[in-house]
């Protein structure tokens, strides 16, 4: 069997459930579908087997530097996403296994097989394959000082992989495939994007902890990780809404919409029957508030001091009624505020007082996000459309459109000054605005891997975050002129980054099978009055 071939349920089907034994040379690979390896060489000895995670990946390679032949039989797969290879045969062929997986589409996972060159002279310890399974998949979280000792941020044990991350790094880029409405929009945006060397420095990496697991449910939407203080950290993990203290290493359920949510309180429009299982969406955390959106338009409200659910609503009825994203601000009418971008082309504007809706603005098409300016007067819109819409935030007439942009939009945000926001796109774009002159962009920035699904500004207006769907978080310097940036290199789809009100730290989600953690950023400071005792 060559390294090409492909060993599915139906080839062993017939073999052993006829009690023959199906042999085939290593390495080769097994696709999910009730299969576990149960290794064995032909004398009937059996050969311990590492099991090592690979991110992002699905199938199973088994791997070996001569053609030993395996013994395989059919059992439940109980092994998922990880890569299996002889412990005691000393050196072994590299392989690597990528996928390319949008949940949305519920497309098969695909997966990239590349023979590699380097051998691993190293080994794991432990005779045992399910004590290599424990060693290296139990959580282990990294610091900043582990980190500077070469550990991998994320815990991935490269060195047991017989792979760089740096070779890992580029199939990843040239594999991964970005979902769009619009086809070669990607294409044809890249052609007037900034180019920006990479190289600035502007957070330094401070923790990663593995007990914190981030998700996503829409592959589109990923406002799900929130930072109150440097210390404070709200995301979705499942169907709960999670605390997390980098301070106390302490992790809390906040709420759990798996079962029956029904609010607390009486308010005019609550559901007192409220929701069972609800899907969420969409995520806001400011102050003392907590907004979810789902996935039905159901609006759910919590204070924080408070137990319970305040408020719980359904925006809309319509067929098409995901809530999309939800920004909470103070209000030029006094008091905390919050809209919700809906998919029934709709935004709506409650108090978080009496959680009424205050005012509903209209468009022609599903409003993806938007967000309210410093001084509360313009609203950003974008959404299913090529173009984006500058709006009054009282009566949703637009003030400007927004053109240059090949796809839909997602994001958008507004730097502390008032006068330049920016938007994120399908089309591998970030574009930034300046309300005094929007006939072009000031700034077209360019993603890696695919689409801008996240931006945010720091409360000091010094940088820009814009993170991609997967791999890669991105700083811009507001003061260079956007052209010096920080690239934070990872592997996993992202579920949210938050910036802390005091810009101290930053945090990034990240949703993976196998290394969904919680990773922390902390700003990097120069104290240059220390110079003067050197």
Not at 492 to 521: F, K
Request: proline share 4%; with cysteine.
């Amino acid at each position: 069997m060559l390294i090409q071939d492909v060993v599915t349920h139906e080839d062993f089907k017939d073999d052993t459930m006829n009690g023959r034994d199906l042999r085939v040379s290593c390495p080769a690979v097994l696709e999910p579908g009730g299969l576990e390896c149960v290794s064995q060489s032909i004398s009937g000895k059996a050969a311990p087997i590492e099991v090592v995670p690979l991110p992002n990946s699905e199938r199973y390679v088994m791997t070996d530097e001569t053609d030993r032949v395996f013994l395989y039989s059919l059992f439940r797969l109980v092994c998922p996403l990880f890569h299996l290879r002889s412990l005691n045969e000393g050196p072994s062929m590299s392989y690597q296994v990528d996928e390319v997986d949008y949940m949305a589409e519920q497309r098969d996972a695909a997966d990239f097989i590349d023979e590699m060159d380097e051998e691993n002279n190293g080994r794991a310890g432990g005779d045992n394959p399910a004590d290599a399974y424990d060693m290296l998949t139990k959580i282990t979280d990294t610091s900043a000082v582990q980190a500077r000792k070469g550990k991998d941020i994320q815990g991935i044990p490269w060195e047991r992989l017989n792979i760089t991350r740096d070779n890992y790094r580029l199939t990843r880029i040239q594999q991964y495939k970005n979902y769009v409405n619009v086809l070669v929009s990607g294409d044809v945006a890249v052609k007037d994007h900034k180019q920006v060397e990479k190289g600035a420095n502007y957070y330094d990496f401070f923790y990663n902890t593995r007990v914190v697991k981030p998700t996503i449910l829409h592959f589109q939407l990923r406002n799900l990780v929130w930072a109150t203080s440097k210390h404070d950290v709200y995301l979705m993990s499942s169907y709960s809404v999670m605390h997390w203290s980098s301070l106390t290493f302490n992790l809390k359920e906040i709420l759990n919409f798996s079962g029956h949510v029904q609010p607390t309180e009486k308010h005019a429009g609550n559901l007192l029957e409220g929701f069972t299982q609800t899907q969420i969406s969409t995520l806001a955390v400011k102050d003392n508030f907590l907004v979810a959106g789902g996935f039905q338009g159901e609006i759910f409200c919590k204070p924080l001091d408070r137990k319970g659910v305040s408020f719980c609503t359904r925006t809309t009825y319509d067929d098409n009624a995901i809530t999309n994203a939800v920004e909470i601000y103070d209000s030029l009418r006094g008091g905390m505020h919050f809209m919700a971008a809906n998919n029934d082309c709709s935004i709506r504007e409650y108090d978080l007082e009496r959680f009424q809706v205050v005012n509903r603005l209209r468009y022609p098409w599903p409003v993806n996000h938007t967000s309210i300016s410093p001084d509360r007067r313009l609203n950003v819109v974008v959404g299913d459309h090529l173009d984006g819409l500058l709006v009054d935030a009282q009566n949703g007439k637009s003030v400007a459109k927004l053109t240059g942009h090949q796809d839909y939009s997602f994001a958008s945000a507004w730097h502390p000054d008032g006068l330049v926001f920016a938007t994120g796109n399908q089309d591998k774009t970030c574009r930034v605005w300046d309300i005094r002159n929007l006939k072009a962009p000031i700034a077209s920035l360019k993603g890696n891997l695919g689409a801008i699904r996240s931006i945010k500004f720091s409360s000091d207006g010094q940088f820009m975050v814009m993170a991609e769907p997967a791999d890669f978080v991105h700083v811009y310097s507001t003061k260079a002129g956007y052209n010096k940036r920080q690239e934070i290199d990872f592997f996993g789809e992202i579920s949210g980054v938050s910036l802390s009100p005091d810009d101290e730290s930053l945090y990034i989600g990240i949703w993976d099978r196998t290394y969904a953690s919680l990773l922390q950023y902390n700003r990097r400071h120069t104290y240059r009055y220390l110079d003067s005792f050197l």
